[in-house]
């Protein structure tokens, strides 16, 4: 089992540009999060996710897009990047029953 | 205002000195709190869930506890492979499954 994967796991981008971070998982998961993570504030939700075709924001959505089209994927895109949007992001996947979420690897953006 | 603080920010210790790291929370009807350990470089990793005050739970030298308030990770005879950031969660108040985290305790365990 390959768990939760992203990629890709490092990333530099310039002011303005545009991205996708790929998330996917192979456990039949319901529910799948992007989260950042910024030193000293820990974890931050952006977006959620409860199922196929069905999202919704979290604390810092602001410049983040999310689609969930299948139970496996869930993207997050970056429509204009900002150096603010230099960060550590993770994302995570659970069953609908249990809060046990299992993190990806992350991705480490750094935008100039 | 949901929120999760943890203390201490950054705790060293040497092997086999036990400790105790704290994690206070304010949230709506409690749905669970959430241990996860983090290595530098990686995702954090699921410990324990505990639901209701009383609750304790373990895993080799980790012990974790939960008041209506607070909880407490116990870490017994600590080794240094127990060096990480330990993160705990409380889900949303009426959220569904989104979980809020504090910002994590850094522990060192030096031979």
């Known amino acids: 089992n390959a768990g939760v994967t992203q990629t890709p796991k490092f990333q530099v981008l310039k002011t303005g540009q545009s991205m996708t971070l790929q998330c996917a998982q192979d456990?039949?998961?319901?529910?799948m999060s992007w989260y950042r993570q910024d030193p000293g504030m820990g974890l931050r939700l952006i977006h959620y996710s409860v199922g196929a075709g069905i999202t919704d924001q979290g604390e810092v959505p602001n410049g983040y897009n999310v689609s969930r089209s299948t139970t496996e994927d869930f993207p997050l895109r970056l429509l204009s990047a900002a150096p603010s949007q230099t960060s550590v992001y993770f994302c995570a996947s659970s069953r609908a029953d249990s809060y046990g979420y299992t993190f990806g690897s992350g991705t480490r953006l750094t935008v100039v | 205002e949901d929120q999760v603080t943890q203390s201490p920010e950054a705790l060293r210790l040497q092997e086999g000195e036990s400790s105790s790291l704290n994690c206070s929370y304010t949230?709506?009807?409690?749905?669970?709190l959430f241990w996860y350990r983090q290595d530098p470089g990686k995702g954090p990793e699921f410990l324990f869930t505990l639901y209701s005050a009383g609750e304790e739970k373990e895993k080799e030298r980790l012990k974790a506890t939960l008041t209506k308030k607070e909880s407490f990770l116990h870490i017994t005879a600590p080794k240094p492979e127990d060096s990480a950031t330990y993160l705990c969660a409380v889900p949303f108040s009426g959220g569904y499954n989104k979980l809020i985290f504090g910002a994590g305790t850094r522990l060192a365990v030096h031979p």
């Open positions: 949230v709506s009807g409690l749905r669970g």
């Open positions: 456990m039949n998961h319901e529910y």
